[in-house]
């Protein structure tokens, strides 16, 4: 079963992104609606892949995902925004996302890819630090 975390401040977001792991199957699903609370949730439920919001009302994406990777290194983490921006995307990257998505056009399929392609390079990652 795949753990997934959601944190998203949108709820017609977060719900949209809740219905496409659904559709995974073998998927466990959280939520939080706050950088904050996300990484708290986080602490408690150790997920295999957060999906985060870049624009949080609370937090910038990257000060959570600073926090996320502080808490585990290899958590495989999916940066989505609205706005689809280069300057977004490399900034999300330089701070350890796996991947970057903008969440206007996403489908299943892409976030599918994303999710199972991110949890295979962190997992390979890990397995390079350590062995």
Known sequence: MTKILIIDDSPEDTEMLRRFCEQLRSSSIETAPSG?????????????????????????????????????????????????????AAAAMKAGATRYLTKRGLSLDMLRTAIEASIRWMQHAAMTQQG
């Open 36 to 88: 904050s609370e996300g990484v708290a949730r986080f602490e408690k439920w150790r997920a295999d892949c957060v999906l985060l919001d870049y624009h949080l009302a609370d937090n910038n994406g990257l000060s959570v995902l600073a926090a996320l990777k502080a808490r585990d290194p290899y958590v495989p983490v999916i940066v989505l925004s609205g706005r689809g921006s280069e300057e977004l």
